[in-house]
């Protein structure tokens, strides 16, 4: 017989007739032994805090952004000592506002900024490249034979006679286009970066700081007045840093989130207490989570810092699940500790389910071989891994001893006993339990097939990499990207190079023969709309033969004559020693590209293997590819087969997942088709903002369909396990409804609503990834709604009972959907 006990959480009431030994060994453990918990998990909460605070820093590594696996990095790496310049390099411009390059004040500032970046830590200072460095040669072909020279002459007093020659050297040297501005306001500084080689990586962010610290000091005199002199960077270790200041500003939409979050939890429940324990072991699960990353030896970087905010939202949701039944079971009449534990019983598995399906979202990124997206998938692992404890066992022991408010309490109790608040719920059960119905699910699952074929219409046109040019991660108004228009508007040739490394026996590259297949490969490339030029030994070799032959354009060939190669390839050393390695077994073929959309480097990729394929032999071998576009290229290419294998791999695992929960593949369709037709609108929603398939955002579909199968499983599992009771389909719609379609779409609204608020990170990768999760985590809520009643009318109308072995998991999971009451 039922009996009541006091719905005022906070006034004592007698536990005798509850018997401490029920329950799991589970729930024995941690509800006999409270106290002993909660100084556990506080112990661990300081410990993990203290490693978060001291250790974790945000950085990036170039090297985890590539795909290291693949053929073409692997040739990269293995070559990058040969390849100065190709790969991780800074490009700093420096303009002159008031005049041209051969200002002396100008000069003058340049060769500071030159100097400045030589002693910068992590800058490969060999291979620097600027007007001012002894490497930038000119030469010229006189009666006496070669003449050349450092482009900025030795005796340089900023006179006119000085000047003169600079002006002509700069001719000789053909800069123009290049080092120099086309209209020869502006001159560029070339830095290569590496690692110290001690184990210790670029600082980006410093990095990014002492280039910002530079440009402050050159542009503005000490009133505050302008120069004339402006200072444009662009590279991946300035995107980097950039994104890096940007995440110090993400702590604002972080806390944000968590305001937009609470006031929903709170707008539910009316209860500030239990509101704010919700809250405070949402924030305890991201302090462990960032403590073990840093424990672990782990950083940040600008991808998986929006993984906290994933964790935040998750436990959110998981928390509200725990103190909705807490509080029902309260209103009910059960003491604070008694409603704590039977709600522990009914949601702890299914709890542990959803939390299961929300890391194969992230486990199946953990296969992709891109560094940063592994590193992405362990951190989200651990921070699933950590609510577990935080938001299943931590939340409810706290909650038997603070319980919620007694207007919360009561609230429950009326609105389960046909307040207006229910009544009202209760005709949009009876209006969404029309759906069960032919006609309703007729005319649903024809509108979900027509926006499911539109859909892939569109996404057809998804695309892989980046669709514009500059930096896509961060918006088009940066300082980034308008640095980047600025060099793209005024020089010739681009950032964005792709090479090919040409490999032969030591001195093989000076060969006849290697040197035509290199120049036929150079030819191809020219062809490919895209590419603007290209450089290698032999444009150097073929000018230096006609400058031996009085310049005649008839010797701008490649000689027979091995004597005649080796002079020029003797004097391209001194000019361009860049164009082979010391040895003379690895020279590059530098196509300079007009950008890096995927088109373009597909088309390069494309007749740069046709012609490795067609060319390489025992003597030589073409090998892809080096430079930023050959890297970006690689790196595409990964991402096209993730793309498929990460969504092969999702399904694979949630479906999997399903059956072991319901048994029936008929409940596997429902449950998995409205996540199918929510990605493939994701998917067209991509295509129509603009948005291609990235490292940033690869994650995203796993992310949301892992995290949206929770709502099928909340359903479903008590729809089923109502009509295995024998109720027909209609009334066990309508009861899961009752007893779970709030929390369903609590928790739909209170993880879109914390990933919107990405939106407005001055990242645009960031606001891309937040209103694409948001999209999909409520139309998966809208799909589970509107679609599994409209499809278990075709395919769920008649339930048989379950077998004895099978019935164990929807008995679970009905059972944590109708609070039950103390027994006495």
């Not at 600027?130 to 007093?157: H, I, K, Q």
């Not at 280039?211 to 270790?237: C, K, M, N, W």
């Not at 302090?287 to 424990?295: E, F, M, R, S």
């Not at 490795?612 to 050959?630: E, I, K, T, V």
Request: charged share 15%; with cysteine; hydrophobic share 50%.
């Amino acid at each position: 017989m039922h009996t009541p006990l006091n719905a005022d959480a906070s006034a004592p009431t007698s536990l005798d007739p509850f018997d401490t030994r029920s329950g799991s060994r589970l729930e024995q453990l941690i509800f006999n032994h409270r106290l002993v918990v909660m100084a556990v998990c506080a112990l661990i909460t300081l410990l993990l805090g203290f490693l978060a605070a001291t250790r974790l820093t945000l950085n990036a590594s170039f090297e985890k952004m590539i795909p290291q696996g693949h053929p073409y990095i692997q040739n990269y790496l293995e070559h990058r000592a040969d390849l100065r310049g190709l790969g991780n390099s800074l490009r700093v411009v420096v303009e002159n506002t008031r005049g041209d390059i051969y200002d002396p004040q100008y000069l003058a500032a340049l060769r500071k900024i030159q100097d400045e970046l030589f002693l910068t830590p992590g800058v490969d200072r060999a291979w620097m490249k600027s007007l001012w460095a002894p490497a930038v040669r000119w030469t010229e072909v006189t009666e006496e034979g070669f003449r050349g020279g450092p482009v900025m002459p030795d005796n340089y007093d900023g006179s006119p006679t000085a000047t003169e020659q600079l002006r002509a050297n700069i001719a000789r040297a053909g800069l123009v286009g290049s080092l120099v501005g086309n209209d020869f306001k502006s001159s560029m500084i070339v830095v290569p970066l590496m690692d110290a080689g001690n184990g210790q990586r670029i600082d980006y962010r410093g990095l990014s700081h002492a280039l910002e610290a530079l440009r402050a000091r050159y542009e503005t005199d000490a009133q505050g007045r302008p120069t004339g002199i402006q200072v444009h960077s662009i590279g991946f270790a300035k995107l980097v840093g950039d994104l890096i200041d940007g995440l110090y500003q993400v702590g604002l939409y972080f806390g944000l989130a968590a305001l937009v979050a609470t006031l929903i939890i709170f707008f539910y429940t009316r209860c500030l207490r239990s509101t704010a324990l919700v809250v405070a072991c949402s924030l305890v699960a991201v302090i462990w989570q960032l403590g073990l990353v840093a424990g672990l030896g782990f950083e940040l970087d600008p991808y998986s810092i929006l993984v906290p905010f994933l964790v935040f939202a998750i436990g959110v949701s998981h928390g509200a699940q725990k103190m909705n039944g807490i509080m029902q079971d309260i209103g009910r009449g059960a003491h604070r500790l008694v409603a704590a534990r039977f709600t522990f019983r009914r949601l702890f598995l299914a709890g542990v389910t959803a939390l299961v399906a929300d890391a194969v979202g992230f486990a199946v990124l953990m296969l992709i071989d891109i560094p940063v997206i592994k590193d992405l998938a362990l951190t989200a692992s651990i921070g699933v891994a950590v609510l577990i404890v935080t938001n299943l066992i931590l939340l409810p022991v706290l909650l038997s001893y603070i319980g919620v408010s007694a207007a919360a309490a009561e609230r429950s109790l009326r609105d389960g006993s046909g307040g207006q608040q229910a009544r009202g719920f209760d005709r949009v059960c009876g209006w969404l339990g029309r759906f069960t119905e032919r006609r309703w699910a007729s005319a649903t699952v024809a509108s979900a097939a027509v926006l499911l074929v539109a859909g892939f219409a569109v996404s057809t046109q998804l695309k892989i990499g980046d669709l514009d040019p500059g930096a896509p991660e961060l918006r088009p108004d940066s300082r980034y990207n308008r640095d980047n228009a600025f060099v793209t508007a005024n020089y010739s040739l681009s950032s964005d190079t792709f090479a090919v490394i040409v490999k032969t026996a030591r001195e093989g590259c000076l060969k006849y023969e290697t040197l035509v297949e290199a120049d036929r490969l150079a030819w191809s490339l020219q062809q490919v709309p895209g590419v603007q030029t290209t450089v290698s030994l032999t444009n150097a070799v073929r000018q230096i033969t006609a400058g031996s032959n009085e310049g005649s354009p008839k010797w701008l060939t490649i000689a027979r004559n091995q004597d005649v190669l080796n002079y020029g390839a003797q004097q391209a050393s001194v000019n361009n020693p860049e164009l082979f390695n010391t040895e003379c077994s690895v020279m590059p073929v530098i196509a300079y590209l007009a950008d890096h959309r995927a088109e373009t480097l597909d088309r390069v990729v494309q007749a740069s293997a046709d012609f490795a394929a067609a060319h390489s032999g025992s003597d030589r071998q073409f090998l892809l590819a080096a430079g930023g576009a050959g890297i970006e290229a690689a790196t595409n290419i990964v991402v096209r087969k993730a793309w498929t294998q990460m969504l092969l791999l999702v399904y694979a695992a949630v479906i999997v997942l399903c059956f072991i929960t319901f048994r029936s593949w008929r409940a596997v369709v429902v449950a998995v088709v409205p996540l199918v037709i929510t990605s493939v609108l994701c998917e067209a929603l991509m295509v129509m903002l603009g948005i291609g398939v990235k490292v940033a955002t690869l994650p995203v579909i796993a992310l949301g369909v892992g995290i949206g199968v929770d709502y099928a499983l909340y359903l479903l599992s008590v729809q089923l396990a109502r009509q295995r009771a024998g109720a027909s389909l209609g009334e066990a719609y309508r009861h899961a409804l009752q007893f779970t379609g709030k929390v369903v779409v609590l928790v739909g609204v209170t993880l879109a609503a914390g990933v919107l608020t990405w939106a407005l990170s001055p990242i645009k990768f960031q606001a891309d990834m937040g209103i694409l999760l948001a999209f999909m985590f409520i139309w998966n809520m809208v799909g589970a709604v509107l679609l599994i009643p409209a499809l278990s009318h075709f395919l769920l109308r008649s339930t048989p009972a379950p077998k004895a072995q099978s019935s164990e998991a929807p008995a679970r999971c009905v059972a944590h959907a109708q609070p039950v009451p103390f027994e006495g």
